[in-house]
């Protein structure tokens, strides 16, 4: 089993487990890895190592590695907190679809019960749910997410 240290055009990283550099080579030609984050499919493998010679470094020539580390964990970290964020959004919120801004007004003037709902919204119907107080906000979450969580 090869692990790989995977990124996406959008720059989130992610670790994918194959049975061999062909296997895959032929899932992404395929289209059948997506970022976990995003949903794009357009990953490409970063280059990495088992183990990395520290011994000849000169504090002060470039980044220091420990910072690179620690910046590399706080893009994950920062990831990690986001997906934990996006699943909790789909447990318990009921995604209503296009018809968003009409349950939301439903629920907000009493006409449905309330409840955490989710759902898509033009930016001309989200500023009117603004203006008549109907607190909203944009949320994104990747396709990926939508389907079976393993």
Same mark, same amino acid.
């Given at each position: 089993?090869?692990?790989?240290?995977? /990124?996406?055009?959008?720059?989130?990283?992610?670790?994918?487990?194959?049975?061999s550099?062909?296997?895959?080579?032929?899932?992404? /030609?395929?289209?059948?890895i997506?970022?976990?984050?995003?949903?794009?499919a357009?990953?490409?493998?970063?280059?990495?190592?088992?183990?990395?010679?520290?011994a000849?470094f000169?504090?002060?020539?470039?980044a220091?590695?420990?910072?690179?580390?620690a910046?590399?964990?706080a /893009?994950?970290?920062?990831?990690?907190?986001?997906?934990?964020?996006?699943r %909790?959004?789909? *447990?318990s919120?009921?995604?209503?679809?296009e018809?968003?801004?009409?349950e *939301?007004?439903?629920i907000?003037y009493? /006409?449905?019960?309330? %409840?955490?709902?989710?759902?898509q919204?033009?930016?001309?119907?989200?500023e009117?749910l603004?203006?008549?107080?109907?607190?909203?906000?944009?949320?994104?979450?990747?396709e990926?997410l939508?389907? %079976?969580?393993?």
């Amino acid at each position: 089993m090869k692990v790989l240290d995977l /990124e996406c055009c959008q720059s989130h990283v992610f670790e994918g487990w194959f049975a061999s550099e062909e296997d895959f080579q032929s899932q992404r /030609e395929r289209s059948l890895i997506e970022c976990p984050v995003c949903g794009t499919a357009s990953v490409s493998k970063k280059l990495s190592a088992p183990r990395l010679n520290l011994a000849g470094f000169a504090p002060g020539s470039a980044a220091a590695p420990q910072e690179t580390v620690a910046v590399a964990g706080a /893009e994950q970290a920062l990831q990690a907190a986001w997906m934990t964020l996006a699943r %909790r959004v789909l *447990a318990s919120t009921d995604d209503v679809g296009e018809r968003f801004a009409e349950e *939301a007004r439903k629920i907000h003037y009493g /006409e449905s019960k309330e %409840r955490g709902i989710r759902g898509q919204a033009s930016p001309a119907q989200t500023e009117s749910l603004l203006e008549e107080g109907i607190a909203v906000m944009q949320f994104p979450l990747p396709e990926a997410l939508k389907g %079976r969580l393993q």
